[in-house]
T-cell receptor
Framework: DAGVTQSPTHLIKTRGQQVTLRCSPISGHKSVSWYQQVLGQGPQFIFQYYEKEERGRGNFPDRFSARQFPNYSSELNVNALLLGDSALYLC????????????FGQGTRLTVV | AQTVTQSQPEMSVQEAETVTLSCTYDTSESDYYLFWYKQPPSRQMILVIRQEAYKQQNATENRFSVNFQKAAKSFSLKISDSQLGDAAMYFCAYRSAGSYGKLTFGQGTILTVHP
């Protein structure tokens, strides 16, 4: 079975642009979470979705938004990019969101110039 | 809000030796989970070991074990018989039992394994 897949793996954007990152969870998993990992730091929680509804939101500005589709894949959108948005964006999937093991993808490396 | 602190930015160990990574956390909750994740250069976060707060027995997974001190809010990871493949960034993480999967991570510890 395929693990959590994220696309693209790398991305370079200019300040002020918008970006969309994609995540496909493990087959059968209905929960997807997004994390931002700035270089040299631990991941920070951005959003969690379960059954297409937002179940949790971290301390991020409204420029960050996400959604989950009927097939449980998810997109993370970031508008009006800032240099500080440069980071590794990680997606994690779990069966229900309540289970204790989350499986992570390899992330999307976003560079804002 | 919960916080997780890893006070060792970097650690090193000789192959076949034992190393302990430290983690402390702060919470007012009584029911929660604690995790150690490994992040190699490939960037993929891999679960190493988990501990349920209501269990007094320390979790063990092969060469990996934890020392969970609930009263002290301490959760250290011991790696025995270290291998070159253990070299990675290690993150301690906390999850409330009542939350929908939100993980709170520490800052990480870079582990170097010397042959």
């Amino acid at each position: 079975d395929a693990g959590v897949t994220q696309s693209p793996t790398h991305l370079i954007k200019t300040r002020g642009q918008q970006v969309t990152l994609r995540c496909s969870p493990i087959s059968g998993h209905k929960s997807v979470s997004w994390y931002q990992q700035v270089l040299g730091q631990g991941p920070q929680f951005i959003f969690q979705y379960y059954e297409k509804e937002e179940r949790g939101r971290g301390n991020f500005p409204d420029r960050f938004s996400a959604r989950q589709f009927p097939n449980y894949s998810s997109e993370l959108n970031v508008n009006a990019l800032l240099l500080g948005d440069s980071a590794l964006y990680l997606c994690a999937s779990s069966a229900t969101g309540w289970d204790t093991e989350a499986f992570f993808g390899q992330g999307t490396r976003l560079t804002v110039v | 809000a919960q916080t997780v602190t890893q006070s060792q930015p970097e650690m090193s160990v000789q192959e076949a030796e034992t190393v302990t990574l430290s983690c402390t956390y702060d919470t007012s909750e009584s029911d929660y989970y604690l995790f150690w994740y490994k992040q190699p250069p490939s960037r993929q976060m891999i679960l190493v070991i988990r501990q349920e707060a209501y269990k007094q027995q320390n979790a063990t997974e092969n060469r990996f074990s934890v020392n969970f001190q609930k009263a002290a809010k301490s959760f250290s990871l011991k790696i025995s018989d270290s291998q070159l493949g253990d070299a990675a960034m290690y993150f301690c993480a906390y999850r409330s039992a009542g939350s929908y999967g939100k993980l709170t991570f520490g800052q990480g510890t870079i582990l170097t394994v010397h042959p």
